[in-house]
């Protein structure tokens, strides 16, 4: 009987990191953020609540979106890869040419954002920040 046991309380816990897994590839992550760039919107060392489903869906590997259906709104804080492939979150300022958005930083001083870097394509945004 406590061989049963243990085999049912092992598979619970192997579904629940399965799901846990599936939860954090493709529809919430969690990130800790640095940098003054978001200040006073978000503090260095925020942890943030990244919703992935926000406008579409992409496979965490893939580099273009399956579907979209929802375009960020302008004022949205969204996280995105650079051109230089860094991650970075800043506020989506709207669309630019070629299916590219502009983003820029709250402390305008110190964010290193679209005016230095020019316009993101869409496919690079990786979710929208929740709870700010």
């Not at 579904?15 to 954090?24: P, S, T, Y």
């Not at 949205?76 to 983003?103: C, M, Q, S, W």
């Not at 001083?109 to 993101?120: E, F, L, M, V």
Request: aromatic share 12%; glycine share 8%; hydrophobic share 50%.
């Amino acid at each position: 009987m406590e061989n049963n046991t243990s085999i049912e309380t092992g598979r619970a816990i192997g579904e629940a990191l399965f799901l846990a897994l599936l939860l954090k590839l493709f529809v919430f992550d969690f990130m800790i953020t640095e940098g003054q760039s978001m200040v006073p919107a978000i503090k260095p060392g925020s942890v943030l609540v990244v919703n992935k489903l926000a406008y579409g869906l992409r496979f965490p590997w893939s580099e273009v979106y399956l579907v979209w259906w929802a375009v960020p709104k302008q004022g949205d804080v969204v996280v995105f890869y650079t051109p230089y492939r860094e991650i970075a979150v800043k506020r989506y300022a709207g669309l630019a040419e070629n299916h590219a958005f502009l983003a820029l930083g709250d402390n305008r001083r110190q964010s290193y954002d679209s005016r230095a870097y020019g316009p993101i394509p869409l496919n690079n945004i990786l979710g929208k920040v929740l709870l700010l």
